[in-house]
């Protein structure tokens, strides 16, 4: 070989050796990034205490103050649509009926929406009536959207946003008293779920959570890898122990009433490689009390306050 052939095999294999050495620099810093543990900041149904909740204005207002997670919950029509929705009925602070009129709170539970196709539904407004409790929500025309379209919107938003792409923190909102009544039964009311998930390609980004454990329990034997997240009530006085044993297995989050978390809690979870992210905070000096604590998220109406 000539010498300057030499020179120039030599300096080849240096600066390949170089990018090489770079490249997986490069690979861990991403993986070291991915790990890193980020504090879960969620929107309560979007931003409830600023827009109008679970509607789509309200979930990209939530993305445009930086939360990690959006926040909602699911109910299902009769003719099997997932759409966002607290109650399961139209709630009479929030709705104003299609001739312009407001539901009475007496008259409330009559608007049962699995028993309404959604195509009626979406004629309701949710976002014109002032709310008594939060003055500060922006009024605008709303409506319920559908799952499918959230996922839509928010994927229209990622594209011209520069951001981490969100988390979905899924409530199901069902209750032994009320199956085929209010809503289906667990497993049919999971797999409706899961199939708008699994057709917008959006496993990863998904969490669910639920205070009926018959859903999470569902979830967890027939679709495994979707993270779980326990819902408890402030009046549940059983121990976490006596709990996960109600659960009948280890779930991702533990997600407790803000006024039953302290120290030993979280370290309890922590222990269990449980992560612990309360409801619902809309208080400065309690979200940083309960960060002092060691919490690994919390849910707010106000995420402003974050």
């Not at 861990?28 to 204005?57: S, V, W, Y």
């Not at 709705?95 to 009129?101: E, V």
């Not at 009024?139 to 981490?164: C, G, I, N, Q």
């Not at 619902?280 to 309690?286: E, F, L, R, Y």
Request: hydrophobic share 35%; aromatic share 10%; net charge negative.
């Amino acid at each position: 070989m000539a010498p300057s052939i030499k020179i120039s095999a030599i300096f080849f294999v240096f600066i390949f050796t170089a990018c090489a050495s770079n490249k997986t620099m490069t690979t861990q810093n991403k993986t070291t990034t991915n790990t890193a543990t980020i504090f879960d900041t969620q929107g309560h149904r979007g931003c409830r205490g600023l827009m109008p909740e679970n509607t789509i204005p309200a979930m990209l207002k939530a993305l445009d103050l930086g939360v990690v997670t959006v926040e909602m919950d699911a109910s299902i029509s009769k003719d099997k649509k997932i759409f966002l929705s607290h109650e399961p009925f139209f709630n009479h602070e929030i709705t104003t009926k299609p001739n312009g009129h407001f539901i009475e709170e007496k008259d409330e539970h009559s608007y049962n929406m699995y028993h309404m196709l959604y195509d009626s539904i979406k004629t309701y407004d949710v976002g014109l009536k002032p709310h008594p409790r939060f003055t500060q929500q922006q009024k605008m025309p709303a409506y319920k959207p559908l799952l499918s379209e959230l996922f839509d919107s928010v994927k229209t938003y990622m594209a011209s946003h520069t951001r981490a792409y969100p988390f979905f923190n899924i409530e199901t909102k069902c209750m032994p008293a009320t199956d085929n009544l209010y809503h289906p039964e667990p497993a049919e009311f999971i797999e409706l779920l899961l199939t708008i998930i699994i057709d917008k390609g959006m496993e990863k980004q998904v969490i669910i959570q639920s205070f009926d454990f018959r859903s999470l329990q569902y979830l967890h034997q027939h679709y495994p890898n979707i993270p779980t997240a326990m819902l408890i009530e402030d009046f549940d006085k059983r121990s976490l122990e006596e709990q996960i044993k109600a659960l009948g297995f280890t779930p991702t989050i533990y997600s407790p009433e803000n006024a039953l978390v302290n120290k030993k809690l979280v370290e309890n979870c922590h222990h269990q490689n449980i992560k612990v992210i309360p409801w619902t905070v809309d208080d400065v000096t309690k979200i940083k009390e309960l960060k002092a604590m060691g919490v690994d998220g919390i849910i707010s109406d106000y995420p402003n306050l974050f």
